[in-house]
């Protein structure tokens, strides 16, 4: 087979992956999908989800909580980039409504605030993006926001509540990610329709991961492994379908920036 030949092969099939990973050619019976990105510092979680945001048909805002996808532009230079660094509200809209008038990705970087008015600023852009409707929220880091206390004051109520109820405003996917899912509050990270579980090593984020797929006790063992030694790229796509679990391992294809 011609070289041409087989790269034009490997990316129709990376497509495909990246078409089911995100549910673009949906069966009748399938929901809209809310995606969860677990895996360590380095493995590849936040370039999966610049991915995931530049095959989307919807308009994208990125919350970089941490300032990695800002710092290292995943989502190429046709993203608009805000910068906040203090706390106005109202700046911050008419940022926003600028960025999407003139890009159909606009990157919020959270990096320089405060966790209170990181959660304040997710609050806001949370509650925006319901009432204007029909755009993909991502967020980096979801623990910095949704820790597990939910009676902390650094606690995005208006997060939590676009990831139950986002999909009945057309804000789809909602996609989030965290590398130490023990810290995440469990109920958000449960509203997830699919998952994508990058190599965890602490015990304790692979205890989540075990709460969250509910396998028995046997098949844990062997996936606890696989997640163990995943290599960059590499993960497992978690998800339920007519009532069965659902888990494959997947090479996420290399960001073009």
Known sequence: ???????????????????????????????????????????????????????????????????AATEKQLLGQQAFYINVNT???????NALNAGFSKSSMVVVNLYSLIPREKVYIVDVLSAWAMGRGKVSVFVDEVAFICPQNRSSKLYSDEFHR????????????????????????????????????????HNLDRGKVKDLIGQNKEEWEQTEQHIMTLQTREAFLFYVDKGQRVIKKVLMPELKI
Not at 87 to 93: E, G, M
Not at 193 to 200: A, E, G, I, V
Request: with cysteine; hydrophobic share 40%; glycine share 6%.
């Open 1 to 67: 087979m011609e070289k041409g030949t087989i790269n034009n092969t490997v990316k129709r099939l990376m497509q495909m992956e990246i078409n089911e990973l995100l549910d673009k050619n949906p069966t009748p019976q399938s929901k809209t999908t809310t995606f969860c990105i677990l895996g360590q510092k380095g493995t590849g979680k936040t370039y999966a989800m610049a991915i995931l945001a530049k095959h989307l048909e919807y308009p994208v805002l990125f919350v970089d909580t941490i300032g």
């Open 87 to 93: 706390i106005d509200a109202q700046k911050l809209l």
């Open 162 to 201: 676009l990831v139950m109820a986002g999909r009945n405003y057309g804000n789809v996917p909602v996609v989030f990610s965290t590398q130490r899912p023990q810290t995440a509050n469990k109920d958000v990270l449960a509203l997830a329709d699919k998952y994508l579980f990058f190599r965890l090593i």
